[in-house]
């Protein structure tokens, strides 16, 4: 059972750290979705300190995460709330660059929230990872509400090729004919890709 505690200070430090975790509404879809779907086995791109990976293993007693971070310092961080959780068993940690990571196993979701500029290369590199019929979680789609908003001119020229990236990424899913993908303004954007 997961204390509210330890919940409360993921988010605190998450919060005075500068460290992005899912929004309220995000993570409450994302743990609706796994439970309603019976999800038991997932694959996370980008932990961060662990705290969606933890969120996820509360849903059900019998559900597996594997988590890959490439930041030391978040790393670091997931790995005391882990053992905190005492989920060690439950959630698997690997330290490395995603895009450098070959993973065998097959999982019922792929939940990617790491960097948002290289989305595609994640869903490209690790959609031969998902089950038939499993879906593919990517977090952050609206990007702070700048991805559907004509805010080009205000904002910098770094954030406006990352926008761009993201709306790629968009046409992308929305062309994939091996997905059917829906668009989620929950939270801060979802896209949901269920492999036919």
Same mark, same amino acid.
């Given at each position: 059972?997961?204390?509210?505690?330890? %919940?409360?200070?993921?988010?605190?430090?998450?919060?005075?750290?500068?460290?992005?975790? #899912?929004?309220? =509404?995000?993570?409450?879809?994302?743990?609706?979705?796994? @439970?309603?779907?019976? %999800?038991?086995?997932? !694959?996370?791109?980008?932990?961060?300190?662990?705290?969606?990976?933890? #969120? #996820?293993?509360?849903?059900?007693?019998? %559900?597996?995460? &594997?988590?890959?971070?490439?930041?030391?310092?978040?790393?670091?961080?997931?790995?005391?709330?882990? @053992?905190?959780? =005492? !989920?060690?068993?439950?959630?698997?940690?690997?330290?490395?660059?995603?895009?450098?990571?070959?993973?065998?196993?097959?999982?019922?979701?792929?939940?990617?929230?790491?960097?948002?500029?290289?989305?595609? @290369?994640?869903?490209?590199?690790?959609?031969?990872?998902?089950?038939?019929?499993?879906? %593919?979680? &990517?977090?952050? #789609?609206?990007?702070? =509400?700048?991805?559907?908003?004509?805010?080009?001119?205000?904002?910098?020229?770094?954030?406006?090729?990352?926008?761009?990236?993201?709306?790629?990424?968009?046409?992308?899913?929305?062309?994939?004919?091996?997905?059917?993908?829906?668009?989620?303004?929950?939270?801060?954007?979802?896209?949901?890709?269920?492999?036919?």
């Amino acid at each position: 059972m997961l204390s509210n505690d330890l %919940i409360k200070n993921m988010k605190d430090y998450a919060k005075a750290n500068n460290v992005p975790i #899912m929004t309220e =509404g995000g993570m409450h879809y994302l743990l609706k979705y796994i @439970k309603k779907n019976k %999800i038991k086995n997932i !694959l996370e791109v980008g932990t961060a300190i662990g705290y969606s990976a933890i #969120m #996820m293993c509360g849903v059900s007693e019998d %559900i597996k995460v &594997t988590t890959i971070e490439r930041d030391e310092k978040r790393y670091l961080e997931a790995i005391k709330n882990i @053992k905190k959780t =005492g !989920l060690e068993d439950r959630i698997h940690l690997i330290y490395n660059d995603a895009l450098n990571v070959r993973l065998d196993d097959k999982y019922d979701l792929i939940f990617i929230d790491a960097a948002k500029a290289q989305n595609r @290369k994640f869903f490209e590199r690790f959609e031969h990872n998902l089950i038939d019929g499993g879906t %593919i979680i &990517t977090d952050n #789609m609206n990007f702070h =509400g700048l991805v559907d908003e004509e805010v080009e001119a205000s904002i910098s020229r770094n954030l406006r090729q990352l926008v761009r990236k993201i709306r790629e990424y968009r046409v992308y899913l929305e062309e994939n004919p091996k997905y059917d993908t829906e668009f989620l303004d929950t939270g801060d954007g979802m896209a949901i890709s269920v492999k036919k």
